[in-house]
C-alpha cells in the first residue's frame, strides 16, 4: 500500500534519526518532513512501532497515511518538489 | 472530497499566512505544517490556486493530497495530535 508519512519532530536529532529510517525503509522524501512510498501493510505496522520508539510523546507527531494509487496520481503539488521530479513519481503540478 | 495538505514554506510569514487561510477555509489543523478536511473538487482548484500565489517557487513546496474516507479512518497517529483529539475525526492510535 502507498503511505504518506508526515511528522512534526521539534528535537533536531530524534528528525533526522526519523528521515533516516524513512530513507532506510525505502520512502522518498518529498519534502524536509514528509515521505511516501509502497510499504506490505505488515510493514508499515512495524514501521509504525519503530518510529513510536523514536518520538517523545510529549511534543512530536507522526502521521502515517494511506492512498490510493488513483488519489496519489491527482496529487497537486505546488512549488519545489523537495528531491529530483523522478523520485516524486505519480505526482504533477496543478496547470 | 477529503484532502490533506502538508507544506513545506522558508518564510515564516508566508507560513503563517498559509495556515491563515487553510483555518479560514475550514481546514482542520494536524501538525504544525498539515491540516485536512473535506473540500469539493472545484474549491480544491481554487485553494491551490490562492496557495500557488502566496509561496516561494524556488523554495517552498505544497501537497495537497486526495484521502478516500476509508484510508483516513486507518490513518496512524503516532504521539500527541496538534489539536484537540476531537477535530483529527476518524483516526486513531496505533494500539
Redesign the interface.
Known sequence: MRV?I???ISDDGKRFKVARVLEQWGLAR?????FTGYLQVAR??DL??K??AM??????????????PQ??A?????????WVAGRVEG?HV?S
Open positions: 504518506v508526515v511528522y512534526d518529498i519534502q524536509r518532513s514528509a508499515v505496522r509504525a512501532r518510529l513510536e518520538i517523545d510523546f510529549d511534543s512530536d507527531v507522526i502521521h502515517i497515511i494511506p492512498v490510493q488519489d496519489w491527482r496529487v497537486i503539488v505546488l512549488g519545489k518538489p523537495y505526482a496543478l
